[in-house]
């Protein structure tokens, strides 16, 4: 009987892993880059071709940029879930988005969700606690219930929606699994290629105004620390909808329901808020950069550090 031979490629080194995931990031970035572009220089030529002045087509640029950015991030989402799908098919010839862990994981989704969401508040509630933060009225107070509702909600919502999502596919997705045979290496190469990617997305698109150096250092923790307890949410789980639910709800309720920045974007949501600049709120820059969400995420990966632990063939 002739032995069986295995036509599967070898799973990567760590080496391979770390420059196979750079280069899948590097073009992710120029995709996005190539996508961007055209869409802004395209809306201004066509209001342009329109007969509309300058003048006139900047007085409502921010909600057509709020609409543009929205149409930008589901096209990044494409973009991700095709590169997953090259990198995984060509380069190593036998990998499947099923193996990134699709599969609905029942309860754990919601909770997740329903936990992100109360981490924000937790955030929210600490920082209004030591005098940083505060509820001044409701955003219908500063602006029509009908911008409010048709214009902010509607714009807002998707462009969270697919952030999420393709943070996801591509961190706790596709980079967990190119270093998925090496188990104490997975969550600290994914979390802290997590963390470097933000301190660069927020160089090239925050609309924050915040460059500074102490921003970007806790962009980058913060980064590290969130993407240490997504890929545990993950392996918790061992499905993607975990760390979805829990990324989504913490960015739902701190940019829809507190109107703080996400990901380097302002937003406008329900309530109109004040928070102060500092060390431990982030200030203008949002909770993602500052102490108090810092320690939360630490917090939070800790525990589903210890439930993966726990988890069975521990």
Request: net charge neutral; charged share 15%.
């Amino acid at each position: 009987m002739s032995a069986q031979v295995s036509i599967h490629a070898p799973r990567p080194t760590w080496s391979t892993a770390i420059w196979r995931s750079l280069l899948y990031l590097v073009l992710f970035l120029l995709a996005t880059l190539a996508l961007a572009l055209p869409v802004g220089i395209g809306y201004f030529a066509f209001r342009a071709l329109q007969g509309i002045e300058l003048r006139e087509i900047t007085l409502h640029l921010e909600d057509a940029l709020l609409y543009l950015n929205a149409f930008v991030a589901a096209g990044q989402f494409l973009i991700a879930l095709a590169l997953s799908v090259t990198w995984m098919r060509l380069l190593d010839r036998h990998g499947s988005l099923a193996e990134l862990g699709l599969q609905w994981p029942g309860r754990s989704a919601p909770l997740s969700l329903l936990l992100g969401m109360g981490m924000a508040v937790l955030a929210a509630g600490l920082a209004a606690a030591l005098g940083r933060f505060g509820v001044t009225g409701w955003a219908w107070e500063a602006e029509s219930l009908a911008d409010v509702l048709l214009v902010d909600l509607p714009g807002f919502a998707p462009l969270l929606l697919f952030m999420v999502l393709t943070d996801e596919l591509i961190f706790r997705g596709y980079i967990r699994w190119e270093f998925a045979d090496m188990e104490r290496i997975a969550p600290i190469a994914s979390a802290v290629l997590y963390g470097v990617y933000r301190v660069v997305t927020w160089r090239l698109w925050s609309d924050t105004g915040v460059q500074d150096v102490q921003t970007l250092m806790m962009v980058g923790l913060n980064g590290v620390a969130a993407g240490l307890a997504l890929v545990w949410a993950w392996q918790s789980g061992k499905s993607l909808w975990t760390p979805f639910g829990l990324h989504l709800g913490w960015v739902l309720a701190t940019g829809l329901l507190f109107s703080l920045p996400v990901g380097g974007k302002t937003v406008e949501g329900l309530l109109l808020t004040r928070i102060s600049d500092g060390l431990l709120t982030g200030g203008m820059a949002g909770p993602e950069s500052g102490a108090i969400g810092l320690v939360i995420w630490l917090a939070i990966g800790g525990l589903f550090g210890a439930l993966e632990r726990r988890s069975p063939g521990k």
